[in-house]
């Protein structure tokens, strides 16, 4: 179909928006325009406050109170309306026309109402229609998104569902009046990849069956590849590139496209450093002059610098945002082309010597229960594997699968009810003696998740980064830790004039960058990283992964990697285990896992991780797992070795059958 | 005529904590009482005792047997103001000393008749040793009964009660209208028990008012008793009480017609200057009650108690205290209008020739003498100074420097050197506070801040707790009232045995000449001697009397000397007679009123 | 990064098609200059500073407290006044505010200007005495609370017990064990007051304890006792400085109350809430004798109120971005 | 469920006894001589002074003491007082003073929660305005201001001013009103700030952003989802608030004569009438402790999330 020859539904034009922030203005929304046509599903991606949902909201007037829409228009079906109404005049626009999911399901709900109550009202406000009708209505929406059992669902209370469950009523509620637009800021990123893919699913049904556009707001290019028709890139505040999602994905003209895709861990190749942006997301507090990706551009021209590049248009349907479309930039374009893209370095490997040394830590049978009240749930339910030194050991799984709480129990932050942990020999979970525990504590590192919170505010980096030193005595003289610490900062590329700062003067990715560096410092052998990157910018998620490889060669370190995102664990992992409901269910090489998944976890995880390749994603149909399809009445599961190193949790009979699907499967990617 | 208002309006502040007569602490209770139960005798409006429920009494010879012949056909009301069965007989007199004397009953004022009555005491103490559980050879039921013939009461016939005195009392007349002496019906305490006056129908009445209504700490009203004996001399139909806590909403009441009589501040006084109103407060009479200033003999604080013991200094220290200054405290106005500097009250005893017992000649130089004199004080001061210290001027001789605990009220440290510390005790309510502050500049001035240091001790919570129990004093301002008509009601009460006072000091001159007096029948020979007594306690400066009693500014709406008169016992607190106007009685009113009163009293003196 | 002078004009498309060649070649990069661009010079305590200050209002009364303040603290150095001192002649009592005496004088001759001075000096010390220990030992104890679980039992049977208990019995049996002053008063104000503070923090530092910067130092061996003081303390230091600032407003409101009923405080010291009550019974005669240190109360326990209330608005994480 | 409540109730149990113990081994650190007064101390001879000890009850060792109290409870007989209204029933004395409190209190209640939840309401759906400040300058005053002062002033003034009564008589509505006035305006303030703090809170949720996006109006989301949530904490406090009703007001009931419970604990520690100290010790601990047990079933009616399972802090 020919994009120019549907119709445009919604168009905004030099949008700008700014918030008044404790007397300093800031400016989020920098002049973005944007077209909706009909029936399209446009995904805007970036990073983490480009200003993705600010430019959304502003749609819609749902700017918080201290931020306004300075200038730019919007047009609904070609009429223009201003971005500056009274609420009232909002409310015909709002639901009827424009509808809205937000983030977290867990919240847009009121916890008081009955979901029903809440679906019916938005239909008997719009409408007028009488409370029965509406009520059948708001069944019938129930049942369209998916909820089985509408007529009881209806009468029960938000807590009384699911994540996945609540995002497919929040959806109902906002398609209830059969809006223009649907926007979708991020409705699956607090969701397990698995219902993601579900949710995902069904808004594409939704907008065929409503012939709806929808607008979808996310930062994982692999779930644009999925739904996406269009992309919009988004950075500092403007769009900076977009098209069609093929010319997106293929054909990328903006470097900071460019580098995106790039960086993508999937594209990665092991033994080798991911293509990673430099630098960090600028801050929308300063004016910014020029292209705002430069600073971080090393192939950035000097005009960048200088001046804000216009829109070009490379096709009917792709435009960007970037001096190199100049005709003016032939000749440095040609040059970079001839340069090609550099290929990264090669990591010096740190393969470990196969099975002949005892393993650096084992867990045997570890069991981990928590207090609910009165019950007991089980975190972790008799998990065994062995870690060897120098290899990074992965473990993945669902949210809620208690792959931190092991990583917990190995860190002895937390107790153990049944099982053991042993390292370099000893025991572990027991009580040890000072010097003993004080020995494991700096053998045992951990890298946390999220970088805002893992480092104290009001302690100056020094301090963090010493704190270890301190604590194991590292040091005989104050200048041999102050040299140590200088060392660690320039170990993960951050300059040591910074020992002087804060942790809330530093970016995300500078904040892990310091995390880390506190972590090593101590000269550990075990690392514990439980999804260090996974509340990172998918712009610096690169660094960070190269950083880690980086380190582990140079320091021989051993990792224990929990992460819930496939893509990264195959780039970055010697060896995965699956883990699901507190349970292990399948461990193997890297390569092994993904070349022959045997487990139907295993492979309805691998499904429904998104990849960002439009063509592959577009008619992808993911398998949904069943505990129940498993049938373990004549035989209970056990933990069988299908290959050599390869282990999996079933009994015989099923595992004769997986390995029969799956024989010469191929990996998905 | 001017027509007369039949309802007496008043209020209560504090809770009231009994209607039990025998159990009555604050002078509101009094009110109550005294108009709910009518004892052996009264007063009419001289003050004169005139009978009441006794018809007529004789007394034996020496005035130690009195016999009282009661009035037929009273019969006692209950709460609804129904005559009940009970007749008020001789034994429910002795019943009423019965309730009294068993210590489980815990009667307030014991102390006041427990040496007047023939074997009343031994029979308390011989109860309460039993209770403490000490062997006395019989049970409490046994000593019970042990009573009649022990203790000096005896109802001779139905209408007859007998009182055998410990000794000669000729003024047993007065012990005779106190509230212990009140009568109580038997049959009716064994059936209430405990519950004894604690509500209105806990209670049997026999004066002219019954408890028509009492809401806890809210409201309480008497209704006319329609059974009073005397039920013509009962010129109100009804008397209320309402509660109030707040002083300053009384005077507005008083203004707005809602209570009869009000007292004032002085600051209220000041108030109303200027307006009508001022025209209608007048100062009510002093009491009997006198304030006198005392020291303690046995405290902690070495340098006090070395200088106590000269009289110099504790001539100093009273001759250095400016009575008219305090009493400005109350009345800036007209301050010597409450000053006393004898120990017993003028106006209210006088002899068979009718010469006030403060007239008499041992008194002449204290009676309305005012002792304060800056120069004198500082000149004995400084006489006491010379002999207390050594001879470097500043060394109190044989005082150790310590540390002196007085916890709550003080701690401190004595250097032993001069200045003299010396503790002034004082409750902490408003005007004590005031009082003490004054007291402490007028010594520390006008004796020297080189020679003395006043330190003030107020106590908030108990004073007898925080104070009295702890001997946490030097110095402390105390008060008396007077219970009987004799100056032994207070005499007997200063003795180096009895010391009241809790001044720890020994006058075994002061003893002489107390038991002396007491034992003599002849009144003026009485008087003689007892007010040598007392001008030899004010003259060795054991005690240093200052100021009367009562006496405020009032407002009130009742025709002034129309009720009871007197300074004793119960009959003074009865509404009996008392005429309300529509209007608050003028200042101008109630000097006429007076004048005539008096000159009346002082005719009816003359008479035989 | 600043390669090029900001005087250049801005680049309109368009207007001239031709821009010079020379722009279009590589600039230099510095990794340094990327890193950069994330830089915020954010302080959270500046810029609590900076919100707080914003209204005119907290200038204009920190300023006034301050002043008060110091004028109070130095009162007895500027001038020898005595507030106690009583005038002997009942013609200098209850004296109207004059040249002499500019707040005039009470029941007894004693000087009100001093005497206020002096109540506000001792109310003062007192509040902020009151605040200093009770949030003090409210904090410490609630981190430690916060930190050992296993103190839950006991800390809450402590908690509900003197929470049940009246003060009022705490404080007259206080007042019968020791002398009444400024410091029984004070021990009497915190012995009913830390358990709230404490079981406060509590709450705040149970929120702070599982934050991944504790689990990280706990990784690291850090002693308990230097997580509460470096990590956690200076976290709660916003909350400390505004309950204290709340706190005094309540510490005189309860002396104020406490000398109503009459327990605790030595009855003769100048305090305000002694002077405000003394005042209180000859209102209708001497107004002023209330009504001066009244206002003085009310302007303190107002600017301490307000300085809290705008504190805490201005500390709260959530107003900071 | 049932263990739930049980489990509560005995903790709650717990709690009492141990204030009660508490307070009982308090009060008998007091000295025995707070008993006398003046007069008495003076007058009264060392067996007249132990017998008066003896008849209240208070040189029993502290375990028959104890005893005492305690069957008296369990035969349902809460003792008699033994200095404030010597020898009368507790129960009775109490059981007048309360209806007077109650009455006030709830009058003062329903005016304040009238008054106070509309003012609220007004200020945070007008936040920043003018009702906002004027509120909040409102709140400040009250909250700053000791209450005492406030209460004086208005007895004084406006009584004066409306020409009302000075006391409170019970058949005499309008006398009324200046206690429930000055009853009422602290918790207006308590009521209005709480509430606007609680709306606030809840429209800065995901939730009544959605409700926005859904297109409702203000008005609607104001009263069909903010309300409901922003009325939950102050629902928790309901039951404590109303059952404390019962111990009155000191200083209000002292200022208008009312005969209610306020400040009887006060003026019966002071009185050392441990008795009377013990019954109300004994009786607000278990109204506060009721009154927050009540508050959590309250809630659990009006929280559809809250099932009733333990919880600590
Ligand atoms: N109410 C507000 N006040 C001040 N600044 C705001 C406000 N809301 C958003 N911002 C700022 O605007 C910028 C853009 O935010 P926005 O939420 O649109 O980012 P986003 O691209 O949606 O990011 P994310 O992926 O984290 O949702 C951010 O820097 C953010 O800090
Ligand atoms: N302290 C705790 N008390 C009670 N339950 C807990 C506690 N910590 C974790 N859990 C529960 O244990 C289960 C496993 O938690 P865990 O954090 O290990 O999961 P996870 O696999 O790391 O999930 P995610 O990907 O969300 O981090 C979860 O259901 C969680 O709710
Ligand atoms: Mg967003
Ligand atoms: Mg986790």
Redesign the pocket.
């Known amino acids: 179909m020919q994009y120019q020859d549907r119709k445009k539904i919604f168009s905004a034009r030099d949008v700008v928006v700014k ?1 008044n ?1 404790r007397g300093k203005v ?1 400016t ?1 929304v920098r002049k973005a325009s944007l077209d909706l046509y009909e029936g399209e599903t446009l995904a805007i991606v ?10 959304t909201k502003s749609f819609i007037g749902m700017l ?1 109170k ?2 306004y829409m300075e200038s730019g228009s919007l047009a609904l079906d070609g009429q223009e309306y201003p971005g500056t109404q009274s609420e009232k005049e909002w409310l015909n626009i709002r639901g009827k026309k424009i509808a809205m999911v937000f983030q977290d399901p867990m919240t847009s709900l009121n916890p008081v109402k009955t979901v029903g109550q809440q679906i019916r009202e938005v239909i008997t406000w719009h409408f007028k229609t009488d409370k029965e009708t509406a009520k059948q209505e708001a069944i019938e929406l129930l049942r369209l998104v998916g909820i089985p059992e509408p007529e009881q669902r209806y009468k029960q209370y938000p807590h009384q569902f699911s994540g996945g469950m609540r995002q497919r009523v929040v959806i109902a509620t906002a398609i209830a009046c059969k809006p223009r637009i649907l926007i979708c800021d ?1 409705p699956t990123t607090a969701l397990d990849v698995t219902v993601q893919a579900q949710i995902l699913q069904l808004i594409k049904e939704l907008k065929d069956e409503f012939g709806m556009s929808v607008i979808y ?1 996310t ?1 994982d290019l692999g779930v644009v590849a999925h739904v996406a028709d269009r992309v919009a890139v ?1 950075y500092a505040g403007q769009i900076i590139e977009h098209g069609l999602a093929n010319e997106i994905f293929k054909d990328a003209r903006h470097p900071y496209t460019k580098a995106l895709l790039l960086s993508l861990p999937q594209l990665g190749e092991k033994g080798r450093d991911l293509h990673a942006i430099k630098g960090s997301p600028p801050n ?1 507090y300063k004016e910014i002059k020029g292209d705002a990706f430069a600073p971080r551009n090393p192939e950035a021209m000097k005009i960048d610098f200088l001046y804000e590049p216009p829109m070009f248009q490379v096709s009917d349907t792709h435009f960007a945002k970037t001096w190199l479309l100049h005709a003016q930039a032939r000749p440095y374009t040609d040059a970079l082309d001839r340069e090609g893209i550099k290929d990264t370095e090669p990591l010096r490997s740190s393969r470990p010597a196969e099975g002949k040394e005892p393993p650096l830590l084992s867990v045997k049978n570890l069991t981990v229960n928590y207090k609910l009240g009165r019950r007991t749930f089980c975190a972790v339910n008799d998990v065994s594997f062995d870690i060897h030194a120098g290899e990074t050991f992965s473990l993945v799984g669902e949210s809620g699968s208690g792959k931190t709480t092991v990583g917990k129990a190995i860190m002895k932050i937390c107790h153990t009810n049944a099982g053991e942990i042993w390292f370099q020999g000893k025991q572990v979970n027991k009580k040890l003696a000072r010097n003993e525990l004080a020995a494991y504590r700096q053998a045992v590192q951990m890298i946390f998740q999220d970088p805002m919170a893992s480092l104290n505010d009001r302690a100056k980096v020094e301090y963090i980064i010493s704190e270890g030193l301190y604590n194991f005595k590292l040091f005989k003289k104050d200048a041999e830790r102050r040299q140590k610490v200088s060392r660690a900062m320039e170990s993960v590329g951050l300059m040591p004039e910074y020992l002087t700062r804060f942790p809330h003067e530093f970016s995300g990715g500078q904040r892990q960058r310091i995390g880390i560096a506190r972590s090593l410092v101590v000269e550990p052998s075990l690392v514990v990283a439980d999804e260090p990157i996974s509340a990172l910018d998918v712009s610096i998620r690169a660094q960070v992964i190269n950083l880690l490889n980086r380190l582990k060669a140079e320091k021989q370190l051993t990792y224990l990697f929990i992460a819930h995102d496939l893509s990264v664990v195959r780039y970055i992992s010697d060896r995965i285990a699956v883990m699901y409901k507190g349970r292990l269910v399948e461990l193997a090489e890297a390569e092994a896992l993904f070349r022959r998944p045997l487990h139907p976890y295993t492979r309805a995880l691998m499904d429904a991780a998104p990849v960002p390749d439009p063509e592959i994603e577009r008619d992808k149909k993911v398998a949904v797992y069943n505990p129940a399809a498993h049938d373990y009445t004549r035989e209970g599961p056990a933990w069988l070795e299908a290959e050599p190193g390869h282990y999996v949790r079933a009994n015989r009979a099923e595992l004769a059958d997986w390995l029969k699907i799956t024989h010469g499967r191929g990996a998905g990617v | 005529q001017t027509s007369y208002q039949t309802e007496y309006k008043s209020t209560f502040s504090g809770n009231i904590t009994s209607m039990n007569p025998y159990t009555t602490e604050a002078l509101s209770d009094y009110m109550f009482i005294a108009n709910l139960i009518d004892g052996l005798v009264e007063t009419d409006i001289y003050g004169r005792p005139v009978p009441s429920l006794a018809l007529s009494w004789e007394s034996s010879e020496d005035k130690s047997v009195w016999t009282f012949k009661l009035r037929p056909d009273v019969y006692w009301v209950d709460a609804e103001g129904n005559k009940t069965e009970y007749q008020v007989t001789a034994e429910d007199f002795v019943s009423g000393l019965r309730y009294v004397a068993d210590p489980k009953n815990t009667a307030s004022n014991f102390s006041t008749i427990r040496g007047v009555i023939a074997g009343l005491y031994d029979y308390y103490k011989l109860l309460a040793a039993i209770d403490d559980g000490e062997d006395k050879g019989m049970t409490r039921e046994e000593a019970e009964r042990s009573f009649d013939e022990t203790v000096g009461v005896k109802a001779l016939d139905e209408l007859t009660v007998q009182y055998t005195l410990s000794a000669s009392y000729p003024f047993f007349l007065s012990f005779a209208q106190l509230d212990l002496l009140l009568p109580v019906k038997q049959a009716f305490l064994d059936q209430v028990g405990k519950d004894f006056g604690t509500g209105r129908d806990k209670l049997l009445y026999n004066g002219g008012y019954y408890i028509s209504q009492w809401d806890l700490d809210k409201q309480l009203t008497f209704s006319k008793n329609p059974h009073y004996w005397d039920l013509d001399k009962l010129t109100l139909d009804t008397l209320s009480w309402e509660y109030v806590s707040d002083g300053v909403s009384r005077l507005e009441m008083f203004q707005r017609g809602n209570v009869t009589s009000t007292s004032l501040t002085s600051e209220e006084v000041a108030s109303i200057r200027g307006t009508e109103w001022e025209n209608y407060v007048y100062l009510s009479e002093k009491t009997a009650t006198t304030y006198w200033f005392s020291f303690n003999f046995a405290t902690r604080n070495p340098e006090a108690a070395a200088a106590m013991h000269n009289v110099d200094f504790r001539k100093a220290v009273f001759t250095a205290i400016d009575a008219v200054t305090i009493s400005a405290i109350w009345e800036p106005e007209d301050p010597e209008f409450f000053t006393r500097y004898t120990l017993l009250p003028e106006n209210t005893m006088f002899d068979p020739d009718g010469v006030d017992y403060t007239d008499y000649p041992a008194l002449q130089p204290y009676k309305g003498q005012d002792p304060f004199d800056e120069k004198a004080a500082r000149a004995l001061m400084k006489n006491a100074v010379l002999s207390l210290c050594e001879a470097d001027g500043v060394t109190l001789k044989g005082v150790e420097a310590c540390q002196v605990d007085m916890l709550p009220i003080a701690d401190f440290k004595v250097d032993g050197k001069l200045p003299i510390d010396l503790v002034f005790s004082s409750g902490s309510s408003e005007t004590e506070m005031k009082k003490a502050a004054l007291v402490k500049e007028m010594l520390e001035t006008y004796l020297g801040k080189e020679y003395i240091n006043v330190i003030l001790g107020h106590s908030t919570s108990s004073f007898s707790a925080d104070v009295l129990d702890r001997g946490n004093w030097d110095l402390y301002d105390d008060s008396y009232g007077f219970r009987y008509a004799d100056p032994s009601a207070n005499m007997n009460r200063l003795i180096s045995e009895y010391d009241i006072t809790e001044s720890s000091y020994q006058v075994p001159e002061f003893d002489a000449m107390v038991q002396e007096a007491n034992s003599k029948t002849d009144i003026k020979e009485r008087y003689t001697l007892f007010s040598q007594a007392e001008a030899w306690m004010i003259r060795e400066a054991y005690v240093k009397p200052y100021m009367t009693g009562g006496g405020s500014y009032n407002m009130t709406r009742i025709v002034p000397f129309t009720e009871p008169g007197g300074y004793f016992g119960m009959s003074r607190y009865k509404m009996k007679g008392a005429l309300i106007q529509e209007t608050p009685v003028t200042a101008r009113q109630h000097l006429e009123l007076q004048q005539a009163h008096e000159a009346q009293r002082a005719l009816l003196a003359q008479e035989p | 990064m600043d390669n090029y002078s900001l005087q250049s004009p801005p680049f309109e498309p368009g207007k001239d098609a031709v821009l010079p060649q020379e722009l279009f070649t590589r600039a230099e990069f510095s990794e340094q200059a990327g890193e950069d661009t994330g830089f915020t010079n954010y302080s959270y305590w500046r810029s609590t500073l900076n919100t707080f200050f914003k209204s005119h209002l907290v200038k204009v009364i920190v300023v006034l407290v301050a002043l008060l303040v110091l004028f109070t603290l130095l009162f007895p150095v500027l001038t020898d006044k005595d507030p106690y001192q009583v005038a002997l002649s009942a013609r200098k009592w209850n004296l109207p505010p004059s040249a002499a005496h500019p707040f005039g004088t009470d029941g007894v001759g004693r000087d009100i200007w001093a005497r206020v001075w002096h109540g506000t000096r001792t109310s003062l010390i007192l509040a902020v005495a009151v605040a200093v220990v009770e949030v003090g030992i409210g904090v410490i104890i609630g981190a430690v609370w916060g930190f050992y679980r296993k103190l839950d039992t006991l800390m809450f049977a402590i908690y509900n017990t003197l929470t049940n208990v009246p003060s009022t019995i705490y404080l007259v049996l206080i007042a019968y064990i020791m002398k009444p002053s400024v410091f029984t008063i004070m021990i009497a104000l915190v012995a009913t007051g830390w358990i709230s503070e404490a079981r406060w923090f509590r709450s705040r530092i149970l929120a702070l304890r599982e934050a991944d910067y504790n689990i990280a130092s706990i990784c690291l061996m850090t002693p308990i006792r230097r997580i509460i003081s470096r990590n956690v303390v200076p976290h709660l230091m916003s909350l400390v400085i505004m309950s204290a600032a709340l706190t005094i407003p309540a510490s005189i409101g309860s002396e104020v109350f406490l000398s109503y009923i009459g327990v605790g405080l030595p009855p003769d010291l100048c305090t305000l809430g002694n002077l405000v009550n003394q005042g209180r019974s000859a209102f209708l005669v001497y107004p002023y004798q209330m009504i001066i240190p009244t206002l003085i109360l009310c302007f303190i326990t107002i600017s301490f109120y307000v300085i809290g209330n705008k504190f805490a608005d201005a500390s709260d994480p959530r107003n900071h ?1 | 469920m049932k263990r739930y409540y049980l489990s509560k109730l005995g903790q709650a149990i717990i709690t009492i006894t141990l204030v009660v113990l508490v307070v009982f081994a308090l009060l008998r650190f007091m000295p025995t001589a707070g008993y006398f007064s003046k007069e008495q101390w003076k007058d009264m001879s060392e067996p007249e002074k132990t017998a008066y000890l003896r008849s209240l009850g208070v040189l029993d060792p502290l375990l028959v003491q104890l005893r005492r109290f305690v069957t008296g409870l369990f035969s349902g007989d809460l003792g008699r007082s033994i200095v404030m209204y010597p020898n009368m029933p507790i129960a009775s004395v109490l059981g007048d003073k309360m209806a007077h409190s109650l009455l006030l209190n709830l009058l003062s209640w329903f005016f304040s929660a009238l008054i106070g939840m509309p003012l609220g309401l007004a200020m945070a759906s007008r936040k920043g305005g003018l009702t906002d400040k004027l509120g909040t300058l409102y709140v400040v005053i009250i909250r700053a201001v000791p209450s005492i002062i406030i209460h004086f002033f208005i007895q004084i003034y406006c009584s004066r001013w409306l020409g009302l009564p000075l006391l409170f008589y019970l058949e005499q509505p309008i006398s009324w009103i200046l206690p429930i006035l000055s009853m009422s305006i602290g918790s207006i303030a308590g009521y209005g700030v709480w509430l606007r703090r609680y709306i606030v809170d809840e429209e800065n949720k995901d939730y009544i952003k959605f409700a926005r996006v859904k297109g409702l109006s203000q008005r609607y989301i104001m009263w069909r989802h903010v309300l409901r949530n922003a009325i939950v904490p102050i629902a928790i406090n309901l039951p404590a608030d109303f059952l404390l009703m019962l111990s009155g007001s000191l200083v209000i009931e002292s200022m208008y004569s009312i005969p209610g419970t306020g400040g009887m604990l006060i003026k019966s520690i002071k009185a050392m009438d441990n008795p009377m100290v013990q019954v109300l010790v004994l009786l607000y601990g278990a109204l506060s402790v009721f009154g927050v047990f009540l508050g959590d079933v309250v809630v659990s009616f009006v929280d559809p999330r809250i099932k009733l399972v333990d919880s600590n802090g």
């Open positions: 918030f922030l800031l989020a970036g990073e983490s406050g480009s200003g993705k949902s600010v430019f918080d201290n931020g991020e707001i930062h988004m929308l | 971005i």
